[in-house]
C-alpha cells in the first residue's frame, strides 16, 4: 500500500506539469487556428493625381495697346485684344488694372515725375469704354460694355485688390475673349493737365476654381 507522503507527491508533479502542459496545447491550438484561416484580396490598383493647368496668353506680340501722344480735348482711339485660355482646369479671367501712374514734365521740362492722383488729373480726363465678346474677333454687342468711366476710375475700382471684371471659361482649353478698349479725351479737359502722362497695365489673370 502506497505510503501517504508518496501520494502527496505525486499530486503536486501532477499540478506542475498541467501547467507548461496546459500553455503548449493552448499554443498548438491558437497556431492551428491561425494557419488555417481563409485570405482572398481585393486590389484597385492604378491610381494616381494629376495637377490641372492654367494657361493664359494674348495677342499683343508684347505690345502695348496704346502709345497716344500729343493728346487734346476730343482725342479718342479704339483698340482690341484676343485673350486665350489654354488651361485644363476650371477658371476664372479677371482682367484689372495694374501700375497706375501719372507723370507730369518737371520743372525744367526735361523729363516726367510722378504727381499726386489725389487731384484732377489726366487721367481723370481720359474716359475709357471696355467692352467683351467672346471669340477671336470681336462682334459688337455680343457681351455689352463691362466698364465705363475715366482712367482714374478703373485704376481704382478695377485693381487686382478690388473687384476685376471677370468671366468664367469653366476648364475649356482654347476658349477665346476679345476685349475692346475706347478712350476719348474729355472735351471739357482743363489747361492744368498739359503735358501729363498716365501709365496703366490692363493684365488678364486666370484663377483656377473648383
Avoid: C
Avoid at 486665350?84 to 479677371?94: L, P
Avoid at 507723370?103 to 525744367?108: E, N, S
Avoid at 475709357?128 to 481704382?156: D, M, N, R
Wanted: aromatic residues 8%.
Amino acid at each position: 500500500m502506497a505510503s501517504t507522503s508518496s501520494t502527496s507527491r505525486s499530486a503536486r508533479y501532477a499540478r506542475w506539469l498541467a501547467v507548461p502542459v496546459g500553455l503548449v496545447v493552448s499554443a498548438v491550438l491558437i497556431w492551428q487556428a491561425s494557419y488555417a484561416a481563409f485570405i482572398d484580396t481585393t486590389e484597385n490598383a492604378g491610381n494616381s493625381w494629376t495637377a490641372g493647368s492654367v494657361t493664359i496668353t494674348d495677342n499683343d506680340e508684347g505690345a502695348a495697346m496704346f502709345t497716344a501722344a500729343n493728346l487734346v480735348p476730343g482725342s479718342d482711339e479704339s483698340q482690341e485684344i484676343t485673350v486665350t485660355y489654354e488651361g485644363t482646369a476650371n477658371a476664372k479671367v479677371k482682367v484689372y488694372g495694374a501700375g497706375f501712374q501719372v507723370l507730369a514734365p518737371t520743372a525744367d521740362g526735361q523729363s516726367l515725375e510722378p504727381v499726386s492722383t489725389t487731384g484732377t488729373t489726366l487721367a481723370d480726363n481720359i474716359e475709357i469704354t471696355i467692352e467683351g465678346s467672346e471669340g477671336g474677333t470681336f462682334v459688337a454687342g455680343s457681351s455689352g460694355e463691362l466698364f465705363t468711366g475715366t482712367l482714374a476710375e478703373f485704376a481704382t475700382s478695377h485693381a487686382k485688390a478690388n473687384t476685376p471684371m471677370h468671366y468664367d471659361v469653366a476648364g475649356e482649353s482654347n476658349r477665346q475673349g476679345t476685349f475692346r478698349f475706347t478712350y476719348r479725351v474729355k472735351d471739357d479737359a482743363p489747361s492744368s493737365v498739359q503735358g501729363q502722362q498716365v501709365r496703366l497695365d490692363f493684365v488678364a489673370e486666370a484663377t483656377s476654381t473648383r
